[in-house]
């Protein structure tokens, strides 16, 4: 079982719905990261959140909304996604506002299929 | 901009084997590095983080040496065991380690 607790597992969408990954940690970190990962691919970083403020966005498209309503909890709005937006979608958490030297603590992720 | 090559892409060994896996990385202005295992999937698990200030890391049957000034990083598996099966990868953080960058990962067969 891992730290971090991400829900759903699985996700299938249409194009032209909207949906919402949510991600929760209780371990008191202070930054949360999301993470795409393509089949046989690696990780790519997102968007970083730092005391629940934005503080990286990876020129990511605006039909990836994220959102930090608190410390614990990480959201990833969904809408009007493409078929290349399938992947495994990973979130994560490190202590302190600015990771450093402090590991990141990944969730077993979201596998989004877009139809 | 940062890239981060690991090889062997796919290595096949046989129960007890000791083993080397390899990372580089092209700029060496990182704040550290870091070693995860991916089991099929899941997400990452962390096995090693090594400061940029710090030349290696042990861990259980893991050792991870950094030599930042050539851009190289290597994770050493002393008696490999069928349980260490798994995709390693290699991750170098900058801005603050906050900004990750990965390899492509090696895959890792241990046969019994």
């Avoid at chain 1, 829900?7 to 929760?24: A, D, I, R, W």
């Avoid at chain 1, 495994?88 to 490190?94: E, I, N, V």
């Avoid at chain 2, 200030?53 to 991870?64: F, M, V």
Wanted: one cysteine or more; a positive charge; glycine letters at 8%.
């Amino acid at each position: 079982d891992t730290e971090v607790t991400q829900t759903p597992k699985h996700l299938v969408m249409g194009m032209t719905n909207k949906k919402s990954l949510k991600c929760e940690q209780h371990m008191g970190h202070r930054a949360m990261y999301w993470y795409k990962q393509k089949a046989k691919k690696p990780p790519e970083l997102m968007f970083v959140y730092s005391y629940e403020k934005l503080s990286i966005n990876e020129s990511v498209p605006s039909r990836f909304s994220p959102e930090c309503p608190n410390s614990s909890l990480l959201n990833l709005h969904l809408h009007a996604l493409q078929p290349e937006d399938s992947a495994l979608y990973l979130c994560a958490s490190s202590q302190g506002a600015e990771a450093r030297n402090q590991p990141q603590h990944f969730g077993d992720g979201t596998r989004l299929s877009i139809l | 901009k940062q890239e981060v090559t690991q090889i062997p892409a796919a290595l096949s060994v046989p129960e007890g084997e000791n083993l080397v896996l390899n990372c580089s990385f092209t700029d060496s202005a990182i704040y550290n590095l870091q070693w995860f295992r991916q089991d099929p999937g899941k997400g990452l698990t962390s096995l090693l983080l090594i400061q940029s200030s710090q030349r290696e890391q042990t861990s259980g049957r893991l050792n991870a040496s950094l030599d930042k000034s050539s851009g190289r990083s290597t994770l050493y598996i002393a008696a490999s065991q069928p349980g260490d099966s798994a995709t390693y990868l290699c991750a170098v953080g900058g801005e603050y380690g906050n900004k990750l960058v990965f390899g492509a990962g090696t895959i890792l067969r241990v046969k019994s």
